[in-house]
Every structure is written in C-alpha cells, then in structure tokens.
C-alpha cells in the first residue's frame, strides 16, 4: 500500500479551537507508507475489507498506549507518530526473533490498560470478546483500580497498625512508668540532700577541731589518711563505670548470639549456606546453558516460519527474494504451488500443515525459554539471598569476636581496679590503725571517714538521681511519642476503611454507568426485540461477579428474561462496545485519553453507526471508527470521511 490518498470531508466548521491529529505510518500492519488527519468530533474511515482500515486504526490505538500493531511482513523496521498541537508522540518498531518489538516509543498516554480496555475498541478488545464469549466481566471493568495494588496498601496499612501497636505498647510500659519514677527522683533528691546536709556538718566539725595539738607525724597521718579516701572514692567511681559498660557491652552480646542462632535456624551457618550456593551456581550454569541453546533454536525457526507464512499468504514474492532462485510458479486457483524446498507441485493446505507444525515447535521453545528465564531470575535472587545471608553471617560473627575481645578487655581493666582498691582499703586501714594509737586527734579519724563514705554516698545518689531524671525525660518523650502514634493510628484506621470501601464504591459506580449508558443506546438504536440489557453486581462468598442480563420482548408484546446467548452477534458487539465505553466514563479516560478508536463493526447498519459513534461523540473529543464504503456513503453527511485507496507496493 502507497501513501493513502486523504478524502476529509467536513459537513461544516466546528469552531471549537481543539487540534486536529496528525497521523503518520510507516511499515505496520498492511500499509507502507500513510498520513491522515483526524479533526475534533467523529472521523469515519472508509474503505473495502482489506483496505487496512485496521491497520490504521491499530496505528492509532498502539501510538495511543493501546495494543502493540505488528509490522509490514518482509520488512525489519517501522514506525508511527501522532502530532497534536506541535506535540509529537511515537513508536519504533523492530523485528527480533521473528517478532515485532518496540525499540522506542513516547506514547500519548502512560496507563496502557486503559487504552487497551477502553480506547481501542477494535474486535479483539477484551470486553467485546468478553460479551461475545459470555464471560464475566468483572475482573476487566475493575482491572485500572489495580484490586492487587489496594491489597498490598491494605497489607501495608495494617502491617504498620501492627507496628504502631506494637510501638504503644512498648512506650505504654515506660510511660506508666513515670508516677514511679517521679516518687523515686524524688526519693533520690531528699536522700542526697540529707547526705549533703551531714557532710557539710560534719567538714564543719573537722575545720572547727583544735589540732594545735596534733604533733606533725600525726597530722602527716591524717593528709595521707584523706589523699588514700580520695583515691579509693576515685577508684570505686571508674571501677562502677567499666561495670556498667560491661553490662552493656554483654547485652549486645547476648543480642549478636541470637541473631547468630537466627540464621543458622534459617540454614546460614557457613557450611550449609556455602553447599547451598555451590548447587544453586551448578543450577544456574545449567539453565543458562539451556537458554542459550533454546535462543539458537528459536533463532532458526523464526525466519524459516515468517518467510513460509509471508509466501502463503502473499500472491506475489516479497522485492527481497529473486523468483528465479526461489519459486518457479505459483498456482493460487488451484490452490498448489511449486515447494520453494523440494521443487515439487504439492497443495498449500500440506506446506501450510508443515509450516504451522514447525509454528508449534517455535512456539513451544518460545515457552520452554520463557519458563528457564523464570527460574533463571528465580535462583539469581536465591543466590544473591544466600550471599547476603552468608555475608550477614560474617559480620556477626566478626562483630562477636569484637565484643568478646573488648569484655574481656573491660574485665581485665576491672581485675585491675579491684586491685588497686584493695591496695588503698589496705593502706586505709593501717593509716586508721596508726592514727588510733595517737590521743592526740580524738574523733578526727572517725570523721574523716564519715566525710570519705558521705561523699561516696552523695555520688552515688547522684549518679542513680541523673539516671532517674533521664529515664523520667524519656517518659515525657515517649508520653509525646505515643500521642502521636494514636493520631497516626486513627489516621491508618481511616486509610484502611477507605481502602476496604473504594473497590466496592467503584464497583457500584460501574455497574450504574454502564446500566444508564445501555438503557440510552439501546432507546437510540431502537432494537425492537430487546427490552433491556443491563449488568447486576453479585456478591459470592469473597468473590464480586457482573452478570450481564437481557429482557427480551415476545412476538405478542410480553416481555420476559432471557439470556445473552439470545442476543445476535451484532447485539452482543454493541453491548461490548457500551460497556467498554461505560468504562472510559466511569475512569475520566477523557481527561488522559480523549480518543475513542472504534473498528469491526460492520455487522451493524449506517443508521445504528450513526446511533452509535454519535453517543460516542457526546463522550469523547475524538471518535475515530472503520466502515465499509456504503455505509460511509450515507453517513458522509453527518461525520467527516478519510477514504484509503489500496495501491499494491512497488
């Protein structure tokens, strides 16, 4: 097919300021080499069966977001782009392994499901098929909510409700702790303040002593009596901090020894997780291996089925191939021809059966490769699990040695303190014990001693008080923390309902388009045999199923329930198409996609076409729909017209 001359016939200016689309083709379908323009409101395109109306229209909807169209046999490469107002969007196609790919595509519209479902009404639109076939047409209306995509939210809300819970409770016991911890800060304080009290009493009963008296050795004593104190209250303060860090220091032990025991529950321990990977790389070889085979296989059987397809199909050999080398004759009356392999005169029918065995074949090793890329996937993401356990494993047991090397450090550097306490007790007491044989310092000793222990007693309290203080600003902190949480908590709970309510919401909106749009193109058409067609939602057990209904009218005016099977094809299609259209609404389609492409719908008269794209119209800015040249006839005066003139390639 040449570049397909454009008839536009418009009945009258539109006015309306909207872009018109400029549609170009090349290499897809049946066509060679097209451009139409479409304007705002309804376009027919007219043209004799084969004329690659579909081709076109397949064009359209594939640039759109829709179905991907194949390519023009015998070529490698093709492409379509569609302008509006200076804005280009387009599709590269390519042939790889037999098939048609798309190598780079900017089309107009992202949500391809949408397009598919309700843009591209060509025959084999799901929804049309679906009416045509009696099947439920539940799963495909609802299919742009993503029901999977609520479920996951609804897993995530709930996972983080259980989170949140699980966080309330935790903070629960440190809030209720706080009454507690106030009378026990309280506590502290009074008890601090009473030993400071005392301490200062008794310092002030030292200096008010009298030790004019006190010979020189004596008072000797008693310096060194007060620097071994305070070397000991020394001694004990970092001899409780180290045990403090070992303690700490022990509890992430104790954490990294579970989360060890964890894993290897799980089969990471180093010598099962090591065999593990062996098998899985031995298993991965294998199937590479075999996908590799099975590409060159697929590889040789693709252009043997395309080259044999393209010369059943086509009455004349494709401008790549000499006659002379390849064909010495072609019979299509008699339905034989001269076997392009064997040079023998055999019917078609028996190459076509040969040709769609080796299809099978190729389609089977298409599967088979299809099935070892998945398993493929399967053990690489096995693999890279196995690694990071193994490597978690690692660094587990690393950061064991470590924790275990620096208690033993912290246990040695304790050793060392108890030592040393003992050591000054020791001098403590013979200091006390020579001071004792003097008269001449009376209670001094014993209030040096009381000012020695009130003082370790004051840091103490003190230390305990700060902890106390700090847990108890925690408290405030997690009391904030759990507020919040109970807020985010309502806020999770009412995302849950909406959720849990949106399928359902959507689900009725449907079935109410649908109902009312069937009811207004049925009273348009005017199909005097069928009363009503309409869609009921039907809860079973978990599942929601749409049951497509018919009222019938009898030969004697009495109306009666019947079933889809009684509508004609032609009814059923445009059931399929209301319904598909019903979707476009229910979804604001418009608002992305504001093109309706309409093909196969031959089966209809130009009066319920014109019924038809017409409430098409009142939808959609765009309708594009395919019609045979009679019918294109009478409507010319209604829609415009973009008539294809077939012209065999040169």
């Given amino acids: 097919m040449t570049r397909d001359e454009t008839n536009s016939e418009c009945p009258g200016e539109r006015g309306d300021g909207d872009e018109s689309l400029a549609l170009d083709i090349r290499n897809v379908g049946g066509i060679e080499d ?71 595509a900017t089309t107009y519209a992202e949500a391809s499901t949408l397009v598919d479902l309700f843009v591209y009404l060509g025959e084999e639109n799901p929804i049309r098929r679906a009416v045509v076939d009696g099947c439920d047409l539940h799963d495909l209306l609802m299919r742009p909510v993503d029901t999977a995509e609520i479920d996951a939210e609804i897993d995530r809300l709930l996972e983080r409700r259980r989170e949140i819970d699980e966080r309330i409770d935790e903070l629960d016991a440190t809030v209720d702790a706080l009454p507690e911890l106030e009378v026990r800060a309280r ?42 104190r305070s070397e000991r209250d020394g001694l004990r303060d970092r001899r409780d901090t180290k045990r403090r860090a070992v303690d700490s220091l022990q509890d992430d032990l104790a954490t990294v020894e579970k989360q060890l025991a964890d894993l290897i529950d799980d089969g990471a321990d180093p010598g099962s997780a090591d065999e593990r990977l062996e098998q899985v790389e031995a298993e991965l070889a294998r199937l590479r291996d075999r996908k590799g085979r099975l590409d060159e296989t697929i590889n040789a059987l693709s252009p043997i089925v395309e080259l044999n397809q393209q010369f059943l199909t086509d009455t004349r050999l494709p401008r790549t191939f000499d006659a002379d080398d390849v064909v010495d004759d072609l019979h299509p009356d008699a339905e034989s021809v001269t076997c392009w392999t064997c040079g023998q005169s055999v019917e078609q029918s028996e190459i076509k059966a040969q040709v769609e065995a080796v299809e099978a074949i190729l389609q089977e090793k298409r599967r088979e490769r299809e099935t070892v890329a998945t398993r493929l996937d399967e053990r690489k993401r096995l693999q890279e699990r196995l690694d990071a356990k193994r490597d978690e494993h690692a660094d587990l047991v690393a950061r064991r040695r470590r924790l275990e090397r620096e208690i033993a450090e912290r246990e040695r550097t304790l050793a060392g303190l108890e030592s040393r306490l003992d050591e000054v007790e020791d001098r403590i007491d013979g200091l006390e014990a020579e001071l004792a044989e003097t008269d001449a310092v009376g209670d001094l000793v014993d209030s040096h001693r009381e000012v020695s222990e009130l003082e370790y007693e004051r840091g103490r309290l003190e230390r305990e008080l700060a902890d106390v203080e700090e847990r108890l600003e925690a408290g405030e902190e997690a009391k904030a923390e759990r507020e919040s949480l109970r807020t985010e908590r309502a806020e999770v709970t009412s995302r849950l309902a909406d959720c849990r309510d ?39 057990g978990e599942e929601t199923t749409f049951d497509l209904q018919v009222v019938r009218t009898a030969d004697d005016g009495s109306v009666y329930r019947a079933s889809v099977d009684t509508l004609s094809k032609s009814e059923r299609e445009v059931v399929g198409l209301v319904i598909a259209l019903a979707g476009y609404l229910v979804y604001d389609v418009a608002e992305s996609v504001p093109v309706v492409v309409v093909d196969a719908i031959e089966m209809l008269d130009a009066a319920r076409i014109r019924g038809l794209l017409e409430f098409f119209d009142d939808h959609a800015r765009y309708v594009v729909a395919a019609v045979l040249p009679e019918e294109a006839e009478r409507l010319r005066e209604r829609f415009d017209t973009v008539e294809l003139t077939t012209v065999e390639a040169a």
């Fill in 187 to 228: 506590q502290l304080a009074d008890e601090r303040d009473d030993v400071v009290a005392r301490l200062d009493e008794t310092r002030a009963a030292i200096e008010a002593a009298d030790y004019r008296d006190a010979t020189e050795a004596t008072r000797s004593l008693l310096d060194d009596l007060e620097s071994a």
């Fill in 34 to 104: 097209a451009s139409v323009t479409l304007d705002p409101g309804v376009t027919v395109v007219a043209g004799e069966n084969a004329s690659n109306k579909s081709s076109l229209l397949g064009s359209l909807g594939g640039v759109l977001g829709g179905p991907r169209p194949r390519l023009r046999g015998g070529v490698e490469t093709g492409s379509i782009t569609l302008t509006v107002g200076g804005e280009r969007f387009g599709l590269d196609l390519a042939r790889r392994d037999g098939e048609t790919v798309v190598t780079d």
């Fill in 502 to 540: 949106r399928v359902d919401r959507i689900e009725r909106e449907t079935v109410e388009t649908v109902n009312d749009c069937m009811a207004r193109v049925l009273d348009r058409l005017a199909y005097r045999e069928v009363e009503r067609v309409w869609i009921e939602r039907r809860d079973e």
